[in-house]
């Protein structure tokens, strides 16, 4: 019994008897907090997303494993019998708009979620009332009796969910008289207790980890269930449905519940589950994670092994030739991440002597890391794993991005990331091919070859400024040079991440399939007397003069330059992205901008470079 309440006061360090409605719900969201504190923890309990709605009344939607939809519950109030508290939840679940339950559901729950604005309502759900009772699928109870110190999860959800339409539905069209249902027929008949047992076993497995405890006891009771008739007319009627049975399940930890405060009317005993210590689990509730989640722990102990845990990042090598689209994939991949509430590390490391990508990658849920020019060129040398392993340590993060060089051959030093086994899970190696440019890049270097060798995964960037006929011949040469890598297409490195990584290793969509490639030794850029210069700026630019020169003065061996200047026509800075004649010339992030104290430059690559006339070349755009 002690155990069990000093765990939840060291959850909830509240008053719990004297303002139950502000700790019963408060409970429930330190369950959810602490459990998706840890990425790990998080993935293997089963949340893929959280947020607490900004309403008056305690409201979350939440996103869970194997599910497209997104379950809520909405605080409903409190009720007490001596010193034994009862809240309740109600549950709801918003199905994708595309998704099969839909058809399941009423009538007008399915014509809300084809309207524009459904999505976009969900995050404060609790403010329609409608959507609250559309999309209803049970009822989810939390007991704390302090007497006995015990804590309780109560579930409450009919195997069905049904309506019938007793005159049925029918509505008027351009063509005339449509029948929706017809008479007599189901206008809802939606599995509620499957669909809300899956939210119920998160919760569960997340009470047991937070309150580091296993399940004391579990009971799985049906009792009779009800469907409604209703008539157009507006007369509903609740009959009894022999096909349809309530269900309750309670899971309890440090103790019994005696006589708790929900309990159900009709039960029919004989079936009902009934597990305590000792007893074998039920093969219908085998496959729950609360039996086991309390064994998680300090996460920094062995136990997650034991539960199958692999808390390593997904590690992504992102490669690709000069000016292909990498920052512009990442800086997708990264805004994407975030709004799943996910932590981004990123590894950058550039040929120059001054990075610039990561200044363009601020966000709260980002962390950077720049490593020395060239460690990541031709080899490790020792410096990545120290990095990764700061990473790993301070931030727990749940991608690790490694961003190579344009001019990084990823053929040498590939095979050495099996080092890092340890640290990260080697989700793929990346390569951004720049489609207009892809042919001239492989001309002037062999390293643009060897990354679309490379890859595991090849995206095949601006085909917005291809022909279907130059797509074509684009795919038959990168198929031809690497036969296994699936090819996206994408405009300005825009993709859907969920299509090709996951956090966790049990839902990756992509395999890596990593092919030897041999000893160390491939080309590098010195090899293709490439080379990179860095231009120092002491004050404003003309912009006529500058852009006079991108188009018509760069010699032709240039084929990349970015950096950040700024213009005698614009206060703030400007972002300069230059690659083989396309140029682009953005604001500087206003976060970012706003107080930009450091030099102005420009980071100039090409081959044979001369470093005096470039000097001369963009200096005589200063005034």
């Known amino acids: 019994m002690a155990s069990c309440l000093q765990s939840l006061r060291k959850l909830y360090p509240g008053d719990i008897e004297a303002s139950p409605e502000t700790a019963l719900p408060g409970i ?6 602490r459990a998706n504190f840890v990425p790990a923890v998080r993935h293997h309990l089963g949340w893929r997303g959280v947020n607490q709605c900004a309403t008056d009344t305690e409201a979350w939607t939440v996103k869970i494993a194997g599910w497209p939809g997104v379950f809520a519950w909405v605080w409903m109030g409190a009720g007490r019998s001596g010193r034994q508290l009862a809240g309740r939840f109600q549950l709801n679940y918003f199905p994708s708009p595309d998704e099969e339950t839909v058809e399941q559901f009423s009538l ?27 999309f209803y699928i049970g009822d989810l109870e939390l007991t704390i009796d302090l007497d006995h110190g015990t804590v309780a999860l109560t579930l409450l959800a009919d195997n069905w969910l049904a309506s019938r339409a007793a005159d049925g539905v029918r509505v008027d069209t351009p063509d005339g008289p449509v029948t929706l249902v017809p008479p007599g027929g189901w206008d809802q008949h939606l599995p509620a207790f499957a669909i809300a047992r899956a939210i119920y076993e998160v919760i ?52 019994e519940i005696p006589n708790p405060t929900s309990s159900p009317a009709g039960v029919n005993e004989a079936d009902a589950i009934r ?19 309390h064994k998680i722990g300090d996460f920094k102990s062995l136990d997650k092994k034991l539960l199958g845990i692999d808390d390593r990042p997904a590690m992504i090598v992102l490669t690709g030739f000069l000016g292909s689209g990498k920052t512009s994939f990442l800086q997708n991949f990264v805004a994407y991440q975030i709004q799943r509430d996910r932590f981004v590390a990123v590894v950058q490391n550039e040929i120059g002597q001054t ?55 990823p053929m040498n030093f ?55 006929r130059q797509k074509e011949a684009a795919m038959a040469h990168l198929r031809q040079w690497n036969p296994r890598a699936p090819i996206i297409a994408a405009t300005r490195g825009e993709v ?57 003065r760069l010699p032709p061996a240039i084929f990349r330059i970015k950096g950040i200047i700024t213009f005698t026509d614009h206060a703030t800075p400007m972002v300069v992205q230059y690659v083989s004649g396309r ?27 001369t470093p005096t006339p470039l000097d001369k070349l963009f200096h005589d755009c200063i005034l």
């Open 496 to 552: 859907n991440p969920s299509l090709l990584y996951s956090p966790d290793p049990r839902d990756t969509p992509h395999t890596p399939n990593i092919i030897p490639r041999g000893q160390n030794g491939h080309h590098n850029h010195t090899h293709d007397n490439i080379q990179s210069h860095k231009i120092v700026f002491t004050g404003p630019l003309n912009r006529s003069r500058f852009i006079q020169t991108l188009e018509e």
């Open 204 to 255: 569960g497995a997340s009470a047991g980890f937070s309150l580091e405890l296993p399940p004391s006891a579990f009971t799985h009771r049906q009792s009779p269930g009800h469907i409604t008739r209703y008539w157009s007319d507006g007369k509903q009627l609740q009959e009894p449905d022999e096909k349809t049975q309530r269900h309750l399940c309670r899971l309890v930890f440090g103790g």
């Open 28 to 33: 429930l969201r330190a369950m959810v907090v």
């Open 583 to 609: 140029y682009e010339i953005s604001e500087f992030s206003e976060s970012a901008g706003e107080n930009w104290e450091e030099e102005h430059f420009i980071i100039v690559i090409g081959q044979h470079i």
């Open 275 to 293: 597990w305590r210590p000792g007893l074998p689990i039920p093969d219908t509730w085998e496959k729950a994670l609360w039996w086991q989640s």
């Open 355 to 409: 990075g610039l990508d990561g200044k363009l990658l601020g966000s709260d849920n980002l962390v950077v890391t720049e490593i020395d020019e060239g460690c990541v060129c031709c080899t490790l040398s020792g410096h990545l794993k120290p990095a990764l392993h700061q990473l790993c340590t301070r931030f727990q993060p749940d991608f690790v991005v490694l961003e190579t060089t344009g001019l990084a051959n």
């Open 414 to 468: 590939v095979e050495e990331l099996e080092t890092l086994d340890d640290l990260v899970r080697l989700d793929s190696v990346t390569t951004m091919v720049d489609g207009p440019m892809y042919l001239d890049a492989c001309k002037a270097s062999h390293i643009a070859v060897d990354q679309i060798k490379a890859a595991d995964i090849l995206m095949l960037n601006k085909v917005d400024l291809m022909t279907d």
């Open 108 to 134: 007008p729950a399915a014509a809300w979620t084809q309207q524009d604005q459904y999505l976009s309502c969900l995050r404060q759900f609790s403010r329609h009332a409608d959507l609250c009772s559309l």
